[in-house]
């Protein structure tokens, strides 16, 4: 958990640090003479009902007196059955050097000297033994990022951002990684055109770009959401291999009934594609990395959609497209970046036709209250007959041969779908609005599952 989403103002920051100072200041909570941190160093503790209590929330406190030095940087890490202990470090004077923080705390004095690290209970029902790690670490908070190369950077108070040169040398795909169990991070790219950022796009609240890079030199920034931010992070990059076969198309013409991979990120990849005939269009992007996004425009339609695929985060538009070329644009829904794939197909559609059978899709045009359409089915089967309508909120139903179905949004959107078995015969498909008040085109689209 984050230090700022439980004391999100200064204020209250500042009552954390005076309750310290008062309470800090009884011996009987000091652990013997100073400890000099030279090397790991490992104290031990425990927080029990006798021990002395904060003045500000309750929780009981134990303190120890560290030998620091001006511009070394310490870690501490604490562990044992005590959980979330608060980790907060003072100067000779009570006043606050470093946190309050939960778990781990990194000390950086601006001054040689004796300082006090509190460790508090995170509640005033916490009790148990703990145990501290104190090593001495070198933060680089600038300079070179190297392929492979793995980076331990500190952001502090009136330095909350650090940049990094990256020079690459060939073009490839690289992924960038920042990581912080302190820090809400937050990664920036810029250089060669290029202007991104990501948050959460790694677990939790790291983050992570996959990006595709020219030769050139370009900036990495490392920063967090937390204000103010103060903590520790690992900053990596690696290089990524495509997967066999794969090869990247990031925009461009594409041709109907074909799949290709492309790399979203927070830029829209734009492609186009022509349709010769009226039918209908149906684009799917899906991936296992990012959270899908389409858009789709061209003669009289101008949609989008997130989750339309019915599977996780994928993104589908089907519509009714007349003769035309149109424009894909496909993106992600945070910014985040990674590998997808782009499918087209179409439809052929039979203009105002009566009757429709499994494989076809036939259009119409409701002005009233519904419109109804035959459905013949030759062999028994499961089937799935959708309702398409961009200018209403569609309604299908189906009667005959005994069933009597209905559906509304089951096609994604406010899109029909029914799915279910039926015999041979003949069926009747009724496409209406669901507030019975819908005008404009539609599409009925039945395949065998």
Known sequence: MQFSSLFPSTLSRTALAVGMVVTLAGCAATQGGAVDTNGATRLQGELTSSSPVNLNDGSQYQVFNLKLKAGELVRVEQG???EGAVLTLLDSRNQLVSGPRHGSLHLAPQADGTYRLGVSGSTASAYGPFDLTLERVTPRNSGALELNDSVFGLLSRGNDANTYTLTVAEAGLYEIALGSEELDTVLKLNGGGLSLEDDDGGDGTNSRMTVMLDPGTYQVTATALDSPAEGGYDLSLSSRALPEG??????????LGSTISGLADSNDKVYTVTVPERSLLRIVMSSDEVDSFLKLQGPGVDTSDDDGAGRDLDAAITTLANPGSYRISASTVDGSAGIFTLSTAVQPVSSNSAQVRPGEGVSGTLAGNSVDKTLVIAEAGQYKVDLYATEFDALLRMSGNGVELEDDDGAGGTNSRISTYLEPGR???SAR??????????????ERE
Request: charged share 15%.
């Open 427 to 429: 069926y009747t498909l």
């Open 433 to 446: 609005s669901y507030d019975n008040t819908g005008r404009g085109s539609f599409v009925i689209s039945v």
């Open 246 to 255: 794969v090869e990247l198309v990031n925009g461009g013409e594409i041709a």
């Open 80 to 82: 044992g059955a005590l």
